[in-house]
């Protein structure tokens, strides 16, 4: 399995000839810059060639006209250890994905570990356990926040207290474990977000033998911080359910590729009618029953793009701007300061549309050429999406 060297730094990187900035924030979209400057891992300038210190880089880069967005970040999915899922007994799975243009991924619990412990004790164990081991490996380098603990019956704060003070920053699908009465959830819910935990519901019918329905009241009750696969994972809602739950909570709409498409095509309207753009994240919700889709972030962004019909710039802040802001990432927008996770994507070779967003709008995936993540480069043109019609090229590389 590939792994990142701990600690290595990318130096001064340019970046220039950018056909296309996607900035990752619905605000702006689209930045009026052809040139990213990065050192050790972090964005210092984005501007025009001639306005940036370009001088004594390791790294030039060549965008070669094409497009340049904040690396993806799935919002949804469901690791073990390593690069291996026992869910499908798939080896290099996340290194894969790498190749679909992610660059980070969030754990909703650790949950097909076999004889995955459903004690406290054990739980915050595993929970504390995978925190440590995700930050230690990144599989092809992709940043993977793990350690998300499935609560059961019979947690105290304390519990939610001592596994902050490890490092836990998760829970793991609300639901998925003996805790599925609204109230039960609600207070668990409140005492890891005192304590820094961010917390996501499982939303929808079982997914796995052993899980259970989580309905919109239940939801609603338990107020977590993310509505988790609101068009189910696999099952949805009812629309009227699901469009109730886009109207009255305020918290993040997240939309999964194993879910329902039809649901996720439609919250993903109501949320731009609703004027809440911002609340979509998007996630895969893999490895799971469906298996595991190296391009299910890209085939959620064509697919809401061109079904929903709202611009493809938009679509990928939802992928990328939106996700980092409401999971608390220093990435996922293209702006000085953040961490230099890019995907560099061209229109796919041969499609209909004229130009990457307008061949994304048709539905098309578009091509990716390379993906960095703090700012070294972690693979070359993809060998899982389309060919991209025109590639960047590194000009220069010393150490």
């Known amino acids: 399995m590939a792994e990142a060297v701990a600690g290595e730094k990318s130096g001064k990187v340019v970046i220039q000839n950018i056909g296309l900035l996607l900035s990752g924030d619905l605000d702006h979209p689209i930045l009026d810059a052809d040139t990213v400057v ?6 210092t300038a984005v501007g025009r060639y001639k306005d940036c210190d370009t001088e004594g880089a390791r790294t030039v880069i060549d965008a070669r006209g094409t497009c340049l967005a904040p690396g993806l970040i799935d919002s949804h999915v469901h690791p073990v250890f390593g690069d291996w899922t026992p869910r499908q ?9 790498l190749n679909g243009g992610v660059t980070s991924m ?12 459903k004690d406290i004790v054990g739980l915050k164990a595993l ?47 609300v639901g998925l474990g003996s805790v599925k ?16 935990i961010q917390s996501t519901i499982h939303t ?23 509505i988790g696969h609101i068009n189910g994972g696999h099952t949805s809602l009812p629309w009227k359910h699901v469009c109730e739950l886009c109207e009255k909570s305020s918290r993040a709409i997240e939309l999964v590729h194993n879910g329902n498409e039809k649901i996720a095509i439609e919250a993903a309207r109501a949320a731009i009618e609703l004027k809440c753009p911002h609340r979509v994240i998007l996630g895969t919700d893999g490895p799971a029953g469906s298996g595991v889709q190296p391009l299910g ?3 959620m962004i064509a697919l809401i793009s061109s079904f929903a019909n709202i611009p493809a710039e938009l679509v990928f802040c939802f992928a990328t701007g939106n996700t980092a802001r409401i999971r608390q990432l220093n990435c996922g ?67």
């Open 38 to 43: 990065v050192h050790d891992g972090l964005i």
């Open 89 to 97: 007994n798939q080896l290099g799975w996340i290194e894969s994905t």
């Open 106 to 117: 969030i754990s909703a619990g650790e949950v097909h570990l076999p004889g995955r412990p």
């Open 127 to 173: 929970a504390i356990t995978a925190q440590r081991a995700f930050d230690n490996f990144r599989p092809g380098g992709v940043k993977v926040i793990a350690g998300a603990p499935v609560i059961e019956k019979g947690m105290t704060e304390h519990d939610f207290k001592e596994l902050a003070e490890a490092g836990v920053t998760l829970l793991g699908e």
């Open 181 to 196: 009465a609204g109230y039960e959830a609600k207070e668990m819910v409140a005492w890891a977000r005192k304590h820094g």
């Open 204 to 226: 929808g019918g079982p997914s796995i033998p052993g899980s259970g329905l989580i309905d919109k009241d239940v939801v609603l009750e338990a107020d977590a911080d993310v």
């Open 297 to 299: 972030m890209l085939r």
């Open 333 to 399: 927008l293209i702006e000085v300061g953040r961490a230099a996770d890019f995907v560099f994507m061209d229109r796919a070779q041969h499609t209909a549309g004229a130009t990457l967003l307008e061949s994304v709008q048709l539905g098309d995936l578009p091509g990716v050429g390379m993906v960095m993540i703090d700012g070294l480069v972690r693979c070359g043109r993809s060998r899982n999406t389309p060919p991209a019609t025109e590639i960047p090229v590194v000009l220069h590389s010393g150490h």
